[in-house]
């Protein structure tokens, strides 16, 4: 299983970016698919996160009303879209998976993710 990201670059504040994570090889990657992020000298946080077939969308505080997260009806690809970008959200982004109970999935802790991207860079400025 791999997971593969895109979409990343850069952009000014107020801009927007949507990022993509596509699933190769024997595509099951969990029922739970998250999007995390990592900046220079800090931990990785929780960002986004999605029950594969159920409705819920977990959201971390600092990203609430501005990213969505998404996926395509095939299960293939899951997308994270961003606006109203802000210097603070310049990282690295990571698509995750994994077989979690659905308040499991919304803890969005990255010890329980099993499924990993290689990671994409966002930069805003």
């Known amino acids: 299983v791999q997971l593969v990201e895109s979409g990343g670059g850069s952009v000014q504040a107020g801009g927007s970016l949507t990022l993509s994570c596509a699933a190769s090889g024997y595509t099951y990657t969990g029922n739970c698919m998250g999007w995390f992020r990592q900046a220079p000298g800090q931990a990785r946080e929780g960002v986004a996160g999605?029950?594969?077939?159920?409705?819920?969308?977990y959201y971390a505080d600092s990203v609430k009303n501005r990213f969505t997260i998404s996926r395509d009806d095939a299960g293939k690809m899951v997308y994270l879209q961003m606006n109203s970008l802000k210097p603070d959200d310049t990282a690295m982004y990571y698509c995750?998976?994994?077989?979690?109970?659905?308040?499991?999935?919304?803890?969005?802790?990255?010890?329980?993710?099993?499924?990993w991207g290689q990671g994409t860079q966002v930069t805003v400025s």
């Open positions: 995750a998976g994994a077989d979690l109970y659905t308040w499991d999935c919304e803890r969005l802790l990255s010890s329980d993710f099993t499924y």
């Open positions: 999605a029950v594969i077939g159920g409705g819920s969308r």
